[in-house]
């Protein structure tokens, strides 16, 4: 079965430089979401993306921005990059909340970003 | 949620037993609860789900249990493998949320 895809897989920049992560979901995943987890700490939601909207926002720096484009996939921009950033950021992607439920999210295998 | 550093719990089982990992959750309006299990370098993998209306839910070699009163879920490993070794982590959410709040990792190793 088809899953996640995310490009580029490993990334290295300079501080204050710029990044730019992609996010291919699922086939028929109209929703995508993207994660930040830290070495050795559990994954934190930063934004989420549902028919092109964005639908949630969690702890996502004022530096970073995202979108969803109309073939659903999603791209996370990052600017001024810091030390701090070095992290691997997942997207995941489902079905759009239906009447009653959320659906299962499904991950990549994420970007692993060094800021050096 | 809070993360507190690089050092995860660890369950250590012999080949072949069972392993139960805990979770506790702290939102009483999470109604829908995951099991993710992450290899080093890898994303998370969906493993199992219950909704808040059941408190026990099976898949293959895998178990769900859900005590809403005491906002508690454990996942049961049975017949433990060496390929079960890594970390999972558990994850809740609203029905009519977006994101994912995850629990702390626990890291299973597996010994033969």
């Known amino acids: 079965a088809a899953g996640v895809i995310q490009s580029p897989r490993h990334l290295i920049k300079e501080k204050r430089e710029t990044a730019t992560l992609k996010c291919y979901p699922i086939p028929r995943h109209d929703t995508v979401y993207w994660y930040q987890q830290g070495p050795g700490q559990d994954p934190q939601f930063l934004i989420s993306f549902y028919e092109k909207m964005q639908s949630d926002k969690g702890s996502i720096p004022d530096r970073f921005s995202a979108q969803q484009f109309s073939d659903y996939h999603s791209e996370l921009n990052m600017s001024s990059l810091e030390l701090g950033d070095s992290a691997l950021y997942f997207c995941?992607?489902?079905?759009?909340?239906?009447?009653?439920?959320?659906?299962?999210?499904?991950f990549g295998p994420g970007t692993r970003l060094t800021v050096l | 949620g809070e993360s507190v550093g690089l050092h995860l719990p660890t369950l250590s089982v012999q080949e072949g037993d069972n392993s139960i990992i805990n979770c506790a959750y702290s939102n009483s309006a999470s109604d829908y609860f995951i099991w993710y299990k992450q290899e080093s370098g890898k994303g998370p993998q969906f493993i199992i789900d219950i909704r808040s209306n059941m408190d026990k839910r099976q898949g293959q070699r895998v178990t769900v249990l859900l005590n809403k009163t005491v906002k508690h879920l454990s996942l049961q490993i049975a017949a433990t493998q060496p390929g079960d070794s890594a970390v999972y982590f558990c994850a809740e959410n609203t029905n009519s949320g977006y994101a994912l709040n995850f629990g702390k990792g626990t890291s299973l190793l597996v010994t033969p």
């Open positions: 995941a992607s489902s079905l759009g909340p239906g009447l009653e439920y959320t659906d299962t999210q499904y």
